[in-house]
């Protein structure tokens, strides 16, 4: 892979924060959560002599633009500027708008960051840091958690079809025999190198944009992260987990899909496809259904033993019968790795 030089990422520590950070933050009818994240980023921007945040509008049809136009006018946030869009083209789409934005304002790094999110002290400056001291890093996540410190997984492994055996089956035994495919593992108190960060806050070095393109945009939503750190992966970049960076996320509260206070809500069509898309992307179309098939059976089992043990409902409703319909296993239509997905 053309790369250059590793010195020119060695810099003495009293240049550390002269490197130009963006920010790109995708918005759709979040506007409060938006602000507020925003305002979090402030103290931490300070630090930094060249830094901007691009907040892209997914075609809201709410009070976000407006609202968020008022607080940047308001709060003088002169480093921030509003995107509006006229189409929702999903996650992917929207922060590419951000991302050729921060390229060609010659950034050298650009942070993905979610509208639900809130930064705490240092989070940027830690990612920063990280990158500018590890040149064979690409790109680093933030360690995610709930307000109250209570640490979120989000460091982890590439989706597979053991690793997908394991989270369907929950079964004592089977996790500890299928450990080196468990998807989401425990965090680690460390820095360390893994398969892909979440996206929610992800700082990603110029380099890597340059030589692998952007974010891929048939991803409507979910899956992007992970395509776009295989990717990296392949081009000779590693991705790493950097708990120093804390940033508090409210897990689901801009799409629903994972808010934890309802792991039973329906997921809608455009995660099932993400996930086949992703797999048939980078594992062809027999392991893409092999892994469903995987997962159908793991579930089955789930199932009877739920019933057995009088164990509670909490798998996502429809989620057998959406996953067929979304599967390249028993469907041709799902061959395709083409979105079909549409903005709620």
Known sequence: MARASIFRYIKPVTELYEAKVSVAIVNYRTPSLCIASLASLEPELAQLKNAHVYVVDNHSRDNSVRE?????????????TCLPLDINGGYSAGNNIAIRRALDESSDYVLLLNPDTEVRSGAVVHLLRFLETHPEAGIAGSRLEDADGTVQRSAFRFPSALGELDEALRFGLATRALSRWTIAPAPSATAESVDWVAGASMMVRREVFDVIG???????????????????????????????????????????????ADQTRRRPGYWFESRRRYFLKHHGLAYAAAVDAVALGATGLWRVRRQIQRKPRDEPQHFVRDLVSHSPLLNPRAWSTRKRGVAP
Request: aromatic fraction near 18%; include cysteine.
């Open 68 to 80: 968020i136009q008022h607080a940047i006018e308001a709060r003088r946030w002169s480093w921030a």
């Open 214 to 260: 952007l974010l891929d945009p048939e991803y409507f939503l979910y899956f992007e992260e992970v395509d776009f750190c295989r990717r990296a992966r392949q081009a000779g970049w590693s991705s790493w987990y950097v708990p120093e960076s804390r940033v508090v996320h409210y897990v689901g509260q801009s799409t629903g899909v994972t808010n934890a």
